[in-house]
């Protein structure tokens, strides 16, 4: 089955500065990257997400790329903010199965 | 509904008792998740329902954990002797088919914790 690795587990920047998490996956099938963020006690909710057919994906302060043949993918953050403190997670879709595998989160705190 | 519903919010439960844990999916949504999230942890995939197709339970930890999903919408997660290590928090997400592009929403959870 497929297999996401994310890194880092944590992230800290400051005010400001970009921050950047990458992930990579096993099955070359898959075709549907998701990124979610999970501020705490909360419920894990859909910031961005690209396919397969897409090396970059943007959305004001938030970009996703990926490299299909290094079987690869980032999330870049932006002019960080505080409220994008939270803990983020990179997902694959595996292609035959559609089964939503998830990275192991990377909690990013952003330092005022 | 508005989103997927999750129920109860909490449990406590004693060590060795059944807990039956409830998602309600988003109308129309075919395709079902479980996950469990353990405190500050990732999160871990245990059952996939898909449609009228068998379900990947490739993810039950044990076979203490079974689930079904009845008539294709509501789903329950079944914990039997439940074990102190089985406290996390067990999220539900749906989708519209399951396959790339369609947006997985997530429950509120439910918090479990066995004493």
């Known amino acids: 089955g497929e297999n996401v690795e994310q890194h880092p587990s944590t992230l800290s920047v400051q005010e400001g500065d970009s921050a950047v998490i990458k992930c990579t996956y096993s099955?070359?099938?898959?075709?549907?990257f998701p990124w979610y963020k999970q501020e705490l006690g909360k419920r894990p909710q859909l910031i961005i997400d690209?396919?397969?057919?897409?090396g970059e994906k943007k959305d004001q302060r938030i970009a996703v790329t990926l490299n299909k043949t290094a079987k690869h993918f980032s999330l870049h953050i932006t002019e960080t903010q505080p409220e994008d403190s939270a803990v983020y997670f990179c997902?694959?879709?595996?292609?035959?199965?559609?089964?939503?595998?998830f990275g192991s989160g990377t909690q990013l705190t952003v330092l005022p | 509904g508005a989103g997927v519903s999750q129920s109860p919010s909490n449990k406590v439960t004693e060590k060795g008792k059944d807990v039956e844990l409830r998602c309600d999916p988003i109308?129309?949504?075919?395709?079902l998740y479980w996950y469990r999230q353990s405190l500050g942890q990732g999160l871990e995939f245990l059952i996939y329902f898909q449609g009228n197709s068998a379900p990947d339970k490739s993810g039950l930890p044990s076979d203490r954990f079974s689930a079904e999903r009845t008539g294709g919408s509501v789903s329950t997660l079944t914990i039997q002797r439940t074990q102190q290590e089985d406290s996390a928090v067990y999220l539900c997400a749906s989708s519209l088919t399951g396959g790339a592009g369609t947006e997985a929403f997530f429950g509120q959870g439910t918090r479990l914790t066995v004493v």
């Open positions: 099955d070359s099938a898959s075709n549907y």
């Open positions: 690209i396919r397969s057919n897409v």
């Open positions: 997902a694959a879709i595996s292609g035959s199965a559609r089964q939503l595998t």
């Open positions: 109308s129309g949504h075919t395709a």
